[in-house]
C-alpha cells in the first residue's frame, strides 16, 4: 500500500502569493519521492496550483441550490480535485457535522469518482472517559453507512485533542487505534494519522504506529518541515 502525505492548509495562507510559495517551495523539495503527496488549500487558490495532487477540505453534499456561502462536489470537477477531506473534527465541532451529514458527503464524494479523506477521532472528554472505542466506532458505522466500497477512500485517525496542541498521540495509542480501525474495517484500507505531526515524530507514526501516512496541519505550511515529513514516509 502506497503511502499518503496531505496537507490541510486549513483557513491558511491569507494572500495568493504566499499559496503559491509554500506550494513552489513543497513540490521542489519532491525529486525522486514516491509517497503519495496532496495539498489541500483553501478552494480560493485551487485555480493558481498545479503540478501536485490536489485536495480540498470540505464540501457540501447538494450539487447546486440555495445554500449561501457553499462549494458543491460538482463544482471542483472542473479544478482538477482528485481528494476530499470530510468529517475533519473543526467541521464537526465549528460548524455542527453530524455523522449523518458527513455520511452524505461521502457518498456524494464517492458517486462523483473523488477519493475521501475520512476524518475521525474522539475528544479529549472522550477519551477521558474511557469511549475513545465507542466513538471510533460509531463514526465509521454511520460515516460509512450504505457506502459500498471503501476502495476510494482513506481513514485519518485524528485524536481531536491532539490537533493543533502540540500534543500529539503516543506511538503505542496511535498504534492501538490504528490497528482498532483496521479490524473494525475488516479489509484492506488506509489509515493514516493526523494531530501535531511534524518532522520529528511523523517517522515514528509510519515505522513504528502503522499508519499509512499522516494528515498534517501546521507543519505542511512549511515546505522544509513538510518536505522532511513527506520523506519519512518513504
Ligand atoms: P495539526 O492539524 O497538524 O496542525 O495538528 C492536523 C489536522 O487538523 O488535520
Not at 477531506?85 to 455523522?99: A, D, L, Q
Not at 464517492?110 to 466513538?135: D, H, P, Y
Not at 485524528?158 to 498521540?169: K, L, Y
Not at 487505534?177 to 509510519?206: F, M, Q, T
Request: charged share 25%; hydrophobic share 35%.
Amino acid at each position: 500500500m502506497q503511502n499518503i502525505i496531505i496537507a490541510n492548509w486549513k483557513m491558511n495562507p491569507t494572500t495568493k502569493q504566499e499559496a503559491k510559495e509554500i506550494f513552489e517551495g513543497i513540490k521542489s523539495g519532491l525529486e525522486g519521492v514516491e509517497t503519495e503527496v496532496v495539498i489541500c488549500p483553501p478552494y480560493l487558490y485551487l485555480s493558481e496550483l498545479s503540478g501536485l495532487t490536489i485536495g480540498v477540505q470540505n464540501i457540501n453534499a447538494e450539487d447546486n441550490g440555495a445554500y449561501t456561502g457553499e462549494i458543491s462536489a460538482v463544482m471542483l470537477k472542473e479544478f482538477g480535485v482528485d481528494y476530499i477531506i470530510i468529517g475533519h473534527s473543526e467541521r464537526r465541532k465549528y460548524f455542527v457535522e453530524t455523522n449523518q451529514i458527513i455520511n452524505k458527503k461521502i457518498k456524494k464524494a464517492l458517486e462523483l469518482g473523488f477519493k475521501v479523506i475520512f476524518c475521525i477521532g474522539e475528544t479529549e472528554g472522550e477519551r477521558k472517559s474511557g469511549l475513545k472505542n465507542e466513538v471510533l466506532e460509531e463514526q465509521l458505522a454511520q460515516g460509512l453507512d450504505g457506502v459500498e466500497s471503501t476502495e476510494n477512500i482513506t481513514i485519518a485517525y485524528e485524536p481531536v485533542w491532539a490537533i493543533g496542541t502540540g500534543d500529539n498521540c503516543s506511538v503505542k495509542e496511535t498504534k492501538e487505534s490504528i490497528d482498532h480501525i483496521k479490524k473494525l474495517i475488516g479489509k484492506e484500507i488506509r489509515v493514516i494519522y493526523g494531530g501535531s505531526a511534524n518532522a520529528e515524530n511523523a517517522e515514528s507514526y509510519i515505522k513504528e504506529a502503522g499508519a499509512n501516512g499522516l494528515l498534517v496541519g501546521g507543519a505542511s505550511l512549511k515546505p522544509e518541515e513538510f518536505v522532511k515529513i513527506i520523506k519519512s514516509a518513504e
